[in-house]
C-alpha cells in the first residue's frame, strides 16, 4: 500500500455565530484520513468537531492554534463544520489521504508545540515508529496574513492558507506539509515565512496501511498432499 494526496483545500471562516461549513477535498471515501489545521488571533479551541482526535485544542490565541484528524467510516463525511468567532476570521487547511492504517493510524504522537516569534516556525523533533509512516509538520501564525516563502526541506503536498484580509494585526496563517520515512528521529527545518510574527508548530506521524502478506504453498506441502492419499 502506499500514501496518496486525495486533495487539499484551504478556507477563510468568516465572523459571526454557529459554525461554517467546509467542503473536504477529494471526496473522502471509508478508511481516508482528513487532517484539519485551524489557526486564528483569538483562541481557537473546539473549532474542530470532537469526533476528530484533536491533540490540539489549546486556549491560548497567540497564536490561536487547533489541530485534528479523522478516520473517515462506511459513511464517509463530506464536509467539516469549524466554529466561528463573534468578530475574528480563522484560517484552515485541510487535506485527505488514503493509505493508512485504518486499525492503528497513529505512529508518533503531536508534542508539544515549539513557539517563538520571527519567520521562520520550527516544528519540535518526533521519533517515527514504522517503516513509511507519513510525517506531517505544522505551522500556525498569529496576526498575519501571509504566504509560505519555503517548504522545510524533504517535505511537499505544502498547503496553506490565511484570513483574506492582508492583514497584520488579527489575521493569521496556517498550513502544513508532509514526508514519507521509515524509523527513526524526524527534526524537520524551519519554514520560511513572507512575514514575521509569534507561531507556533509541530510535528505528527501516521502509519501506513500493512501489506498483505499472501502465503504461497511450499513444494513439500504440495508434495505430501499429493502422496499421502496413496498411503490411505
Known amino acids: ?22 467542503t473536504l477535498p477529494g471526496t473522502p ?6 487532517i484539519v489545521a485551524v489557526a486564528g488571533d483569538i483562541s481557537c479551541q473546539n473549532s474542530i468537531p470532537s469526533d476528530y482526535t484533536r491533540p490540539e485544542n489549546g486556549t491560548g490565541a497567540n497564536p490561536g492554534a487547533c489541530f485534528g484528524y479523522k478516520l473517515m467510516t462506511s459513511t464517509p463525511d463530506t464536509t467539516v463544520s469549524i466554529l ?15 493509505g493508512g492504517d485504518t486499525g492503528t493510524i497513529l505512529d508518533a504522537a503531536w508534542v508539544t508545540p515549539a513557539t517563538g516569534t520571527s519567520s521562520a516556525p520550527n516544528s519540535n523533533s518526533i521519533v517515527v515508529v514504522n517503516t513509511d509512516s507519513l510525517v506531517v509538520t505544522v505551522f500556525f501564525l498569529d496576526d498575519d496574513d501571509t504566504t509560505v516563502s519555503t517548504t522545510p526541506a524533504n517535505y511537499s503536498n505544502t498547503v496553506s492558507g490565511n484570513t483574506g484580509q492582508a492583514e497584520t494585526t ?3 496563517t496556517v498550513g502544513f506539509a508532509s514526508r514519507v520515512r521509515g524509523a ?5 527545518a524551519a519554514w520560511a515565512m513572507g512575514s514575521s510574527d509569534a507561531w507556533s508548530a509541530s510535528t505528527i506521524s501516521f502509519k501506513i496501511l500493512p501489506a498483505t502478506t499472501t502465503v504461497t504453498p511450499s513444494a ?11 498411503f490411505l
Do not use: C, Y
Open 1 to 22: 500500500m502506499a500514501w496518496v494526496l486525495e486533495g487539499a483545500t484551504t478556507a477563510v471562516i468568516t465572523a459571526g455565530a454557529g459554525s461554517q461549513s467546509v
Open 29 to 34: 471515501a471509508q478508511g481516508d484520513l482528513v
Open 84 to 98: 466561528r468567532h463573534a468578530t475574528i476570521l480563522k484560517s484552515v487547511a485541510i487535506q485527505t489521504w488514503s
Open 170 to 172: 488579527v489575521g493569521s
Open 184 to 188: 527513526g528521529t524526524e527534526d524537520p
Open 220 to 230: 513439500v506441502s504440495i508434495l505430501a498432499i499429493i502422496i499421502m492419499p496413496l
